[in-house]
């Protein structure tokens, strides 16, 4: 996959012959914020179609995709990468109680080191790759779409001014008859009690 400029994420094979695969972009590319795209996994499938039949590789049904925003790591190149970012991580065995942390990753020696807040302060697990069953990126989503100001306010659009706020027709007839009435609710009485 190097070759085409691509990392080889996972692979697995499922019962029914479904082959799925999945690429990212090499570390240089991806910190230029180039990403997968369709075209990339069409790319690859060509390739990889090609390659499996001259070797004569059953399969089914061939899935290329993008290892999506909660990336598994892998290999020590993974780690290394994504060394600053926030992880979960799933140990073999329990350690204190439990298997699953989630914190930032950092190198520590030869191992790797994950800071994590357990509620009280922030606390270190020390680990080694052969203790881990899983690891993943966490997913860093932002909902607020792209005019979002820094503090989590949305913007305004440029050239629109607020509208006034909407009132109903009931409520304007009752403010013209009775301008003191216009304070109340337009709650209406009744109900399944009466």
């Known amino acids: 996959m190097t070759g ?7 692979c697995e094979r499922s019962a029914g012959g479904l082959l799925r ?3 990212d972009k090499l570390a240089d590319q991806a910190a230029l ?4 795209s369709v075209d990339d996994c069409e790319r690859v499938t060509r390739q990889l179609q090609y390659v499996l039949e001259v070797e004569n590789a059953s399969y089914e049904r061939l899935e290329v995709s993008s290892p999506g925003l909660d990336r598994p790591l892998k290999k ?7 060394a600053g970012q926030e992880v ?15 914190g930032e990753l950092s190198a520590e020696g030869e191992g790797w080191r ?9 606390q270190a697990l020390d680990f080694s790759l052969e203790e881990v069953r899983e690891a993943r ?4 989503v932002n909902f607020k779409g792209r005019a979002a100001k820094p503090d989590g306010v949305a913007a305004p659009k440029a050239g629109k001014a607020a509208k006034p706020k909407k009132q109903s027709n009931a409520k304007a007839r009752q403010q013209l008859d009775d301008p003191a009435a ?4 337009d709650k209406v009485d009744g109900g399944l009690d009466q």
């Open 114 to 122: 994950l800071v994590f807040n357990d509620g009280k302060g922030d």
């Open 4 to 10: 085409l400029g691509y990392d080889l994420v996972d």
């Open 33 to 36: 914020g180039e990403l997968i």
């Open 76 to 82: 020590p190149a993974d780690y290394a990468r994504f």
């Open 137 to 140: 990126l966490v997913p860093a």
């Open 182 to 185: 216009a304070d109340k609710d």
């Open 21 to 23: 695969v999945y690429i």
């Open 88 to 102: 979960q991580v799933t140990l073999r065995v329990a350690f204190q109680g439990r298997k699953k942390y989630k």
